[in-house]
Structure formats: structure tokens, C-alpha cells
């Protein structure tokens, strides 16, 4: 008996063994970060830091037309808003940290639409001289991202 146990663990063992080596082993997972700033995961999005009705608005219009004329563009913007009592609203937008686009909107909502269809152009050519810059300009003692 003591015998017929022992077979038993020992062919117990060997199919273990088996089905241990007929497992594929997994794939290296890809590091997450590559330490590059262009390997942003959430690229493409405009974030909304305004504040008031006079801000949304101006942010949902840049928005709209921003989509509307670079459907496919990976650029992160955020623009945010400063309300002011003598100034109105002072609104900027920001790229890979550099201010692109800075104006003061008075209290009138019209002005809001206006002034976001104007930006959408100063943001896209600011965007192109800035990524032009980029790949133009080496520089060992600065990152990509301090250009």
C-alpha cells in the first residue's frame, strides 16, 4: 500500500509539472512611464478651470470651435479664468504649461463668443511655433519640455 501511494504522488507530481510547462508565460508589460511628457494618456482634452457663466461660456465655444476645425488634434489645453471687479473676466489658455492666449472679457456675454472663435486661431498658430521650437531647438541642459 505504502508503495501504490507513492506512485500515486509521484505521477500526481509529473502531471503537475506538465501542465506547469504547457502555460505560456506572459509578455513583459510595457513600463507606463517612459519619463516623456508628449506620452500623456489623456491627450487631446480642453479642461475647464472657469468660474463663472461668462467663463462656461467661452469655454463651451472655444470647445465647439476648436472640434469643429482640429477634430483629431492631441493637444492638451486648459483654460482657465480670473474674475476681476474692474477688468471683467481675465481668461488664459495654457499648453504644456506656457500661456498662449491671455485676454480680459467685459461683463458682456456677447463678447464671450466672439472673443473664443478669435482664440481658437491665436491657440493653433501658437501651438504650431511652439512644437516648431521643439523640434528645431536641442538643447542638453533643458528638457522638452522647458523650451
Known amino acids: 500500500m505504502r508503495f501504490s501511494s507513492l506512485r500515486c504522488s509521484a505521477l500526481a507530481l509529473a502531471l503537475l509539472s506538465m501542465v506547469a510547462a ?20 489623456l491627450r487631446g482634452i480642453v479642461i475647464n478651470r472657469t468660474m463663472t457663466v461668462m467663463g462656461w461660456d467661452f469655454y463651451q465655444n472655444f470647445t465647439q470651435v476648436w472640434q469643429a476645425l482640429y477634430p483629431d488634434s492631441q493637444d492638451t489645453l486648459t483654460i482657465t479664468e480670473r474674475p476681476t471687479a474692474q477688468f471683467g473676466s481675465e481668461i488664459w489658455i495654457n499648453y504644456l504649461d506656457q500661456t498662449i492666449f491671455h485676454t480680459f472679457l467685459s461683463p458682456t456675454r456677447s463678447r464671450a463668443r466672439d472673443e473664443s ?4 486661431e491665436v491657440v493653433h498658430n501658437n501651438i504650431e511655433i511652439i512644437d516648431a521650437q521643439r523640434k528645431f531647438v536641442q538643447d542638453a541642459d533643458l528638457g522638452p519640455e522647458e523650451m
Request: charged fraction near 25%; hydrophobic fraction near 30%; charge should be negative.
Open 22 to 41: 504547457a502555460q505560456e508565460p506572459e509578455p513583459p508589460k510595457a513600463l507606463l512611464d517612459q519619463g516623456q511628457i508628449n506620452n500623456d494618456p
Open 117 to 120: 472663435r478669435n482664440a481658437v
